[in-house]
């Protein structure tokens, strides 16, 4: 008998979700499952960079004429306006490859910065970073941690900016600014105001635009990651570099309050994404244990093999469960920072088993790029790490269950 091949690569509408949401994540299962993955070769560059290019500008059209272009953008500046629910689920199916998200025109980290951007930006900034950088004229990066500064606790985060006339100074040093070798413009988290002892971030840091060329802006090295300098983690100094005092994103003080927007909801996003990356990963694993042959029988009659596909199953779908909690919760306009902590700690986590099962169904072949399995293994592991690691959402978490119990509050577990 003969199994059918990518198996979870087709979707069914699902009766609790709106017609809008079904309607978007079946159009966007059928250009992920019949243009993206038959071509994840050559969308990788085994074929040369001139026949990825082209093949990418090809799907980006696909996915504008179909009406899935930049789900993360309102309608005014030509995105799809998607509702949260509707790009998180979006998202789990564009997670079924790596290279999906592109053709859709989501492009890490200018997209996070394009979503800023919409919400905060002035008429002028407007004009001058969000449009040309949704034309794909520009690209931007996000420049947040430092080198001397624990990321994990943003209170410490030193990089300065003083107003001097109508112009902010800025100096201090950055790294893992991802993409700010081709970025023209940084979007930089500086401390603005003097620290008055309250241990109050919210209202000390502000978000400040700064183009590239800026004198004083200088990108020290590309700090390689997993092997690869490719997504220019870069280290940046901001030597007196002088920006116009119109550059200030939002409000003086609000930078940490517009960091924790990206943040926030944005995490339901990464966690959707991880589930359908570990969709595709069980998908693969399943096939592959049908198939496989090793010590005269199929790896699928191997117990060993059917502990791998019965864990597996069980941590996707209660990390997939869990997510989808959290986007309701914040849908019903309750505090979700709990429930956000955990699955940032959980899903990537339950993401690195699946899909490091499904790479050791694999062999040898599976730490290669043949597949997405390597690609998955790696961005699971960087997760637990970026974007606050796992230990500072497990403290959040249990900050907040005490603090509900000694308040005397009831706990609505619901
Ligand atoms: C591939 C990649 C891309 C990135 N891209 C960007 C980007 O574009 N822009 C940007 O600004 N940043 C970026 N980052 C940085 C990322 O956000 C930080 O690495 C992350 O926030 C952690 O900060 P840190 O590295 O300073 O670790 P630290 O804050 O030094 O923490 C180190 C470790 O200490 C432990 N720890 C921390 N606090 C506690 C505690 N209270 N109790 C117990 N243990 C604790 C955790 O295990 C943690 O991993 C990127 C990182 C990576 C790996």
Known sequence: MTVASQNILTVSPISSLSDEVNDIRLRTAKIVAEYVIPEEKTLAGYEGDEKRDSLYEELRNHARGQGLWKPHLPTEYGGMGAGFLSLAYMNEIMAWSPFSKSCFG??????????????????????????????????????????????SDPRSLQTSAVLEGDEWVINGRKWFTSNARRADFAIVMCRTEVEDGSGNVNSKMTQIIVPTDTP??????????WGHTGGSHAEVTYTNVRVPKGNALGRRGTGHAAAQDRLGAGRVYHCMNCVGSMWRAFDLMVKRATEREVHGGKLEDKQFIQGFIADSYMDIQAARLMTIHTAEVIESGRDPRTDISAIKVFVPNAMHKVVDRAIQTYGGIGVSSDYPLAAFYLGARTLRIADGPDEVHKILIAKNVLRRYHSGASWDFG
Do not use: H
Request: include cysteine.
């Open 106 to 151: 989501i492009v890490p980290p200018s997209a996070g910065n394009e979503s800023v951007l919409a919400k905060y930006a002035t008429e002028d900034q407007i004009e001058k970073w969000l449009l040309p950088s949704i034309r794909g004229e520009m690209q931007s990066c996000f420049s947040m941690t430092e080198p001397d500064n624990p990321g």
């Open 216 to 225: 004083g802006f200088e990108i020290v090295r590309d700090i390689p990651v």
